[in-house]
């Protein structure tokens, strides 16, 4: 396993873990951890994100790019995945059924269509 390939596996695991632990521990009252449950989920989507840019520095690479089509293509699956979440929230949450069924289908589309726009069309 090359080392850039270990490090990627590390960073996502323990961001991963530390994130979803977060989540827990936030969201759910009985445990009574809001504060720290916040803390522990910044951690770990902090780590999570810095995969990309120690990823891409361990490849020689420069950190980061931005241009017109990086920031539209993140802004293209925040959005996307934005509206996925409020699809969920009113299906689990709201008990609104067949409206979140069909707003979370929008932000799956949302999202597929990113694929095109990072693969190019040919």
Avoid: S
């Avoid at 323990?14 to 916040?38: D, K, N, R, S, T």
């Avoid at 490849?59 to 241009?67: R, S």
């Avoid at 934005?82 to 589309?109: D, E, K």
């Amino acid at each position: 396993m090359k080392k850039k390939n270990f490090v990627t596996l590390i960073m996502g695991t323990v961001g991963g873990i530390l994130f979803a632990l977060g989540m827990c521990m936030a969201l759910l009252p009985e445990w009574g951890a809001m504060q720290q449950g916040v803390a522990a989920g910044a951690i770990g989507a902090v780590m999570l994100l810095a995969i990309v840019p120690v990823r891409r520095k361990m490849d020689g690479k420069p950190a980061i790019v931005l241009n017109a089509r990086t920031i539209g293509t993140a802004l293209l699956g925040i959005f996307g995945a934005a509206v996925l979440g409020v699809g969920m929230c009113m299906v689990l949450v709201w008990n609104m059924m067949i409206p979140g069924i069909i707003v979370g289908l929008v932000g799956i589309v949302l999202l597929l269509c990113l694929i095109p726009v990072i693969k190019g069309l040919k």
